[in-house]
């Protein structure tokens, strides 16, 4: 009896220990758990990625602050820089001859009647002698007309022959004035020389030079010897759809751009359109005026010309390479401060190349991300 007494007590013993180390258990399982579920959670939905200063991520990225510009009233369209032909003049030689001497270049302002070229010229020399042979005649026929009439009032001539000598001397008189005219056709003087100076026939500044020396030269030659223009105007020239032609009027306001000078815009207007279509390409030729006054247009230099629907509005203007796209959504990355970039949703305006027009979303001053967005928006993938 006391044997079976002594293991029921061993036996409750047990079980006592076992269950006091199933309760420390439970109440130190219970402990781990509370930390858990007290710490923060990361905020997944954020749009904004903090760097610091020197972070190795933030030189693979180009920041500029976005620029308003006048809202566009089209896509750019195709151009090409040209001459003004109000203010430029193609000079060719009236006289055939041999070039003796150059005496101007490429780049150097003229005045009009400046000499640009001397040319050994037997015809201009022929010229010269024609109007000293036909004033001598004309001298000489006038004086014979002069004694013919004093002759016929002192009743010693009969008056046809002193109605001769007056129909001779006004034949002379023709023939000196046609010679003249040669003369001062070809900007003469009156040298008797065979040389001929070819003179600019306005002020400007030489562009284009096609003559060097000891070169034949001719009075129908198919280009021009020197082309002289006044550099700080030139024309535009688009070529405009057919589907666009209602969206352009005479005087209104255009942006051009070009290829050498990515980041600037030159302002003009247009100032002519052209009465037919080309029946080759179906569109119509549209003539812009744009000022020149820091000579960085360059005739034949290609461009894209932009239609302004209303001057006095305008809008920020971003390169497409600052924006990227979710499902429906345009975004950019707006800079907030240094190494705070935040991911923006905006609306877009008229897209075209390499530029877009933002309607919502940004403001002109504001600085937005315009290389390695893509990059940053992994970044920010990546974080959540």
């Not at 003796?100 to 010269?128: C, R, S």
């Not at 923006?344 to 315009?370: D, F, I, N």
Request: aromatic share 6%; with cysteine.
């Amino acid at each position: 009896m006391i044997k079976l007494d002594k293991k029921i007590v061993v036996l409750l013993s047990m079980l006592v220990l076992g269950g006091a180390a199933y309760l420390g258990w439970q109440k130190s399982h219970a402990a781990d758990k509370v930390p858990l579920a007290a710490q923060p959670t990361t905020n997944k939905t954020s749009d904004t990625l903090h760097f610091d200063a020197n972070a190795p991520q933030l030189t693979f990225i180009q920041i500029k602050t976005v620029e308003a510009f006048p809202e566009p009233l089209a896509e750019p369209l195709n151009a090409r820089i040209a001459y003004d032909d109000n203010r430029t003049a193609r000079v060719f030689s009236p006289v055939a001859g041999r070039v003796v001497k150059i005496l101007v270049e490429i780049g150097k302002q003229v005045k009009a009647g400046d000499g640009i070229l001397i040319l050994d010229a037997p015809d201009y020399a022929q010229a010269v002698a024609d109007t000293s042979r036909a004033d001598a005649d004309l001298l000489r026929k006038r004086e014979a007309y002069e004694r013919a009439r004093l002759i016929f009032e002192a009743k010693g001539m009969a008056r046809k022959d002193m109605e001769g000598a007056e129909a001779d001397w006004h034949q002379a008189e023709a023939e000196a004035v046609r010679a003249r005219s040669r003369l001062a056709n070809l900007n003469g003087n009156s040298a008797a020389t065979p040389q001929y100076v070819l003179r600019a026939p306005q002020s400007g500044t030489v562009s284009e030079r096609q003559v060097s020396a000891g070169s034949e030269v001719r009075p129908d030659a198919a280009n021009p010897l020197f082309v002289i223009t006044d550099p700080a105007h030139v024309w535009v020239l688009v070529d405009l759809p057919e589907q666009e032609i209602g969206k352009v009027k005479v005087g209104q306001a255009v942006l051009a751009q070009v290829d050498a000078y990515p980041d600037e815009s030159f302002a003009g207007k247009i100032t002519a359109i052209a009465g037919a279509l080309d029946p080759l390409t179906r569109r119509v030729q549209v003539r812009c005026e744009i000022d020149n006054a820091q000579l960085k247009l360059k005739p034949e230099m290609y461009a894209q010309v932009t239609p302004i629907a209303d001057a006095q509005s305008s809008l920020p203007r971003i390169p497409n390479t600052a924006i990227f796209t979710q499902g429906l959504y345009s975004y950019v990355f707006v800079e907030h401060g240094v190494g705070v970039l935040q991911r923006r949703q905006v609306t877009l305006g008229l897209q075209g190349h390499p530029y877009s027009y933002v309607k919502e979303g940004l403001k002109a001053g504001e600085r937005v991300v315009t290389t390695g967005a893509l990059l940053l928006n992994a970044e920010l993938a990546g974080k959540d």
